[in-house]
Each structure stands twice: as C-alpha cells, then as structure tokens.
C-alpha cells in the first residue's frame, strides 16, 4: 500500500512488533492499526493484500480515512480470532464478502463511506457475537436480512439504496441506535418499534415506511426521534408526555389532532402533515416560557390557536403556523421552503373537513 508515509517509520531490520500501528502477543500480530494521520500519514493508498489472511492471530484490524481502493480479499474469513474490523472512508468497491460470516468472533464491523455494492451478506445477520453494525454511505441494495445476535447494540445503515420491508422479528430488542435514514424501504414498522425498548436514538427517515407511529416509542428513554419524509398515516398518540428532546414527524400522512402530550419537546416538526383542530393551549404556555426552541406547524389543517396577537414570541423559539385553515394570529418567520401563502385555500379545509 505505497503512497503514504506511514511505512517511513518502519524499520525491516528491526522487530515488526515494534512497528507503528502493529501490536503484537509474544510472536504473533494481534491488530494492525495503519494510516494514522499522527504518524505524518495522508491515508493509506493501494489495495488490501490477500497476504493479510495469514496473519492467523489477528484480532482487530482498522485502516483510517485513505484511498485504498480494490475489494475486500475474501482471505479476511480466515481470521478466525477477528474481533474488530473497520475500515472506513475508503474507496473499496465490490460486494461485501459472504465469506465474513466466517468470522465467528466478529463483535464490530464497520465498513462505512465506502463504495460497497451488492446485498448485505445474510451469513453477517447471523454472526452470533456483533455489538455493531456499521455500514452506512455505501451503494447497497436488497433488503435488510434479520440480524440475531442478542447483544447488537448499533446498526447503521443510512445512505445505501436498501429496499423492501423489515420482518418485525428482523432486529433484536438489544438495539440502542438505530439508523436506516435515505433508503427506500417500505412497509410498516410499529411492530418493530413496539419491540425496540432500548432505542436511545433512532432514524428511519427519507424511506417510504407506512403505517401508524405507535405511542410506546415516545416513552422510551431516547434523545432524538427522526421519522420525517415517510408515509406514515392516522393519529399519533403518546401515553404520556413527551420528554425527547427533537422530535420530526414531518413530511408524512399523520392526521387528527395534536396531542397535548408533545408540548414538552423542544424541537417539534409537524410541519406538512394532515392535522387537524386547535392547537392545543400548553403549546402556547411553553412558547411564551422560552420551554420550546421550535414549533414547525406549518403545511396542515390546523382550524386555531389560542395565543394573543400582541404576545411576544421569545428570541430564542421558532415558531411556524403557515398555509393551514387559519389566519396565523401571530406573524412569525417561517423557513424559505414553506412558501409565501398565509392560508391553506377554503376549497381545501372544507374538502378535508367534508
């Protein structure tokens, strides 16, 4: 892998254990950490050598940012003590080898920002150990396959060309983060989510994902909810109040009226949706107490909203009533993309009544 002078420091006289980036146990290479900027490194360049299979002890193998281009030599399966394999912001093409479902021990790979193509390799799915899945900004396509390992923590998938619907048996309820984001798959996924009780983070938005957003998600202890640009439909509603603190529901098919129980979230987008009535008056309480930063409602049927006109609306909160069946009783800037009209046209909120 020339082009680098990461090698410079490399001394072939010497004892290869001793080399930047290599660790070793005894006699036997046990990681390899190469392309260390911090050792006056741009990134590595070239190809991954076959050879590297016959490093028999190896444990964890990591190459940062480069331009190593190629594919990934089928030989990386006969590392069979192989715990940890990343190698990231590269430009490695081709499909993802079967072949690593091989790789028993594997509890982290991460192959992100590269220009992997082909379906996720089910054998992957079935590794009985992995903690984290990391396969986001790649070219892949298929479906997701079921993932059974009971300590899978992450999974990371976004910005691939995925498709399909997601068994509700797929993912195991270990999972904290969750991120399919800018793919194209389908289908509901309440089932799924009503099993996912450990989420502390979860994006599944710019899919094509339909159904109810069941109430559970909202109770679980989770900092940011993204389920913007799908087509999720009908009523959503939390048990209790909301304590996440962004929550973006925008761009989908949700309709009846907005529960009280959101007034606690910070960042709130509702924004181009199908709700409907009154805005309800603990939104209004919170706006005025500076509790929430943004509260986008523009692009609905919204029929009012009890807050005076003269009310000041705090510096620090955005605030957006746009193009629903209402005169906004306050005027307050809105974002460039929700367009110039006031008001949503009668014919319209009285079809959507009607």
Same mark, same amino acid.
């Not at 892998?1 to 070793?24: E, K």
């Not at 050879?51 to 940062?64: D, N, Q, T």
């Given at each position: 892998?020339?082009?680098?002078?990461?090698?410079?420091?490399?001394?072939?006289?010497?004892?290869?254990?001793?080399?930047?980036?290599?660790?070793?146990?005894?006699?036997?290479?046990?990681?390899?950490?190469? #392309?260390?900027?911090?050792?006056?490194?741009?990134?590595?360049? +070239?190809?991954?050598?076959?050879?590297?299979?016959?490093? &028999?002890?190896?444990?964890?193998?990591?190459?940062?940012?480069?331009?190593?281009?190629?594919?990934?030599?089928?030989?990386?399966?006969?590392?069979?003590?192989?715990?940890?394999?990343?190698? &990231?912001?590269?430009? %490695?093409?081709?499909?993802?080898?079967? /072949?690593?479902?091989?790789?028993?021990?594997?509890?982290?790979?991460?192959? &992100?920002?590269?220009?992997?193509?082909?379906?996720?390799?089910?054998?992957?799915?079935?590794?009985?150990?992995?903690? @984290?899945?990391?396969?986001?900004?790649?070219?892949? =396509?298929?479906?997701?396959?079921?993932?059974?390992?009971?300590?899978?923590?992450?999974?990371?998938?976004?910005?691939?060309?995925?498709?399909?619907?997601?068994?509700?048996?797929?993912?195991?309820?270990?999972?904290?983060?969750?991120?399919?984001?800018?793919?194209?798959?389908? +289908?509901?996924?309440?089932? %799924?989510?009503?099993?996912?009780?450990?989420?502390?983070?979860?994006?599944? &938005?710019?899919?094509?994902?339909?159904? @109810?957003?069941?109430?559970?998600?909202?109770?679980?202890?989770?900092? @940011? %909810?993204?389920?913007?640009? !799908?087509?999720?439909?009908?009523?959503?509603?939390?048990?209790?109040?909301? *304590?996440? =603190?962004?929550?973006?529901?925008?761009?989908?098919?949700?309709?009846?009226?907005?529960?009280?129980?959101?007034? /606690?979230?910070?960042?709130?987008?509702?924004?181009?949706?199908?709700?409907? #009535?009154?805005?309800?008056?603990?939104?209004?309480?919170?706006?005025?107490?500076?509790? %929430?930063?943004?509260?986008?409602?523009?692009? !609905?049927?919204? *029929?009012?909203?009890?807050?005076?006109?003269?009310?000041?609306?705090?510096?620090? =909160?955005?605030?957006?009533?746009?193009?629903?069946?209402?005169?906004?009783?306050?005027?307050?800037?809105?974002?460039?993309?929700?367009?110039?009209?006031?008001?949503?046209?009668? *014919?319209?909120? @009285?079809?959507?009544?009607?």
């Amino acid at each position: 892998m020339p082009g680098s002078g990461f090698f410079a420091s490399w001394d072939f006289t010497a004892d290869p254990c001793n080399f930047a980036g290599v660790y070793c146990d005894a006699d036997k290479v046990i990681a390899l950490n190469l #392309g260390d900027p911090r050792a006056g490194s741009p990134g590595l360049t +070239g190809r991954l050598d076959p050879a590297i299979g016959k490093l &028999s002890a190896l444990a964890e193998l990591s190459i940062v940012p480069g331009r190593i281009m190629g594919s990934l030599p089928q030989s990386l399966s006969q590392l069979k003590d192989l715990r940890f394999l990343a190698i &990231s912001r590269n430009f %490695i093409s081709g499909e993802i080898p079967a /072949t690593l479902g091989q790789l028993r021990n594997l509890k982290t790979l991460d192959l &992100s920002y590269n220009l992997f193509t082909g379906s996720i390799p089910r054998s992957i799915g079935s590794l009985p150990d992995l903690t @984290n899945v990391i396969l986001c900004h790649n070219r892949l =396509s298929g479906s997701v396959p079921p993932f059974l390992s009971q300590s899978l923590t992450r999974l990371d998938l976004k910005h691939n060309d995925l498709s399909g619907s997601l068994d509700p048996t797929s993912l195991p309820h270990s999972i904290q983060y969750l991120s399919l984001s800018s793919n194209r798959l389908t +289908g509901p996924i309440d089932r %799924i989510l009503n099993r996912l009780d450990q989420l502390n983070y979860l994006d599944l &938005s710019m899919n094509q994902f339909t159904g @109810n957003v069941p109430g559970k998600v909202f109770t679980y202890a989770i900092t @940011n %909810i993204q389920l913007q640009r !799908n087509s999720f439909s009908g009523p959503v509603q939390p048990a209790d109040q909301v *304590t996440i =603190s962004t929550v973006d529901l925008s761009y989908n098919r949700l309709s009846g009226q907005i529960s009280p129980m959101f007034s /606690t979230v910070q960042n709130l987008y509702l924004n181009n949706n199908r709700f409907t #009535g009154q805005v309800p008056g603990s939104f209004v309480d919170r706006l005025l107490a500076a509790n %929430i930063q943004t509260l986008y409602l523009q692009h !609905n049927f919204l *029929t009012g909203i009890a807050i005076n006109p003269t009310a000041e609306i705090p510096l620090s =909160s955005s605030l957006c009533l746009q193009y629903n069946c209402m005169v906004p009783p306050v005027q307050t800037p809105c974002p460039l993309k929700a367009g110039k009209q006031k008001t949503r046209p009668t *014919t319209q909120c @009285n079809e959507w009544r009607g």
